[in-house]
């Protein structure tokens, strides 16, 4: 049973940008730490961003630092990735995922986190 939704995928121009929505509003389980992660078909799964619910502080992959912001709303049950100048490389499917202790050391391996939507994908052409 799916409890993370992911929405907001599409096809984007390169340069411009998408927001990606996760509502955890039926995730019943303690999640201290959310994360964003995509995979490309033929790539391993890269940890592109996460954010610890309560402390608010907010991590980032290397290769999305400066143009990818993750946040939350107030009541806390969405979670989302703002996408700027997006490119062909950022072509994926991402997912959202929650961990129940708060974001920790190796996070963007992604092995810590237990609940996982069922993604959405995203195509930026060229």
């Known amino acids: 049973q799916v409890q993370l939704v992911e929405s907001g995928g599409g096809t984007v121009q390169a340069g411009g940008s998408l927001r990606l929505s996760c509502d955890t509003s039926r995730y019943t389980y303690i999640r201290n730490c959310m994360g964003w992660f995509r995979q490309a078909p033929g790539k391993a799964r890269e940890g592109v961003a996460a954010?610890?619910?309560?402390?608010?502080?907010?991590y980032y992959g290397d290769s999305v630092k400066g143009r990818f912001t993750i946040s939350q709303d107030t009541a806390k049950t969405t979670v989302y990735l703002q996408m700027t100048k997006l490119t062909a490389e950022d072509t994926a499917m991402y997912y959202c995922?929650?961990?129940?202790?708060?974001?920790?050391?190796?996070?963007?391996?992604?092995?810590?986190?237990?609940?996982w939507g069922q993604g959405t994908q995203v195509s930026v052409s060229s």
């Open positions: 995922a929650a961990d129940a202790s708060p974001c920790r050391v190796g996070w963007s391996r992604g092995e810590d986190f237990r609940g």
């Open positions: 954010i610890d619910t309560y402390a608010g502080w907010m």
